[in-house]
Nanobody, 116 residues
Framework: QVQLVESGGGLVQPGGSLRLSCAAS????????MGWYRQAPGKQRELVAA???????NYADSVKGRFTISRDNAKNTVYLQMNSLKPEDTAVYYC??????????WGQGTPVTVSS
């Protein structure tokens, strides 16, 4: 079992930036595909970005060019840099750890509100 703790959410004006962090417990962090998902009120949870231990990243079309996912395996941490934020980015953002075996673990979520 891996525990995930997100941080970095908050209130930001349109056009602003935030950086989310997700710290993971355990010694096999490097094997997980790490992802950020979000869920807006009344909507289904959706994938925002994902990053395997090696290989290319994957982004939702709505955030391409604005968001950047990265990971530091030495710190067991994955980040989501969010720039040029829009009101439609408002949601609770969740960190996810996934293995090819089907294992999934979720963080508790961190809220992001983009409003003037």
């Amino acid at each position: 079992q891996v525990q995930l703790v997100e941080s970095g959410g908050g209130l930001v004006q349109p056009g602003g930036s935030l950086r989310l962090s997700c710290a993971a417990s355990g010694s096999i962090f490097r094997f997980y595909v790490m992802g950020w998902y979000r869920q807006a009120p009344g909507k289904q949870r959706e994938l925002v970005a994902a990053i395997p231990s090696g290989g290319s990243t994957n982004y939702a079309d709505s955030v391409k060019g604005r968001f950047t996912i990265s990971r530091d395996n030495a710190k067991n941490t994955v980040y989501l840099q969010m720039n040029s934020l829009k009101p439609e980015d408002t949601a609770v953002y969740y960190c996810n750890a996934h293995l090819a075996t089907g294992f999934d673990s979720w963080g508790q979520g961190t809220p992001v509100t983009v409003s003037s």
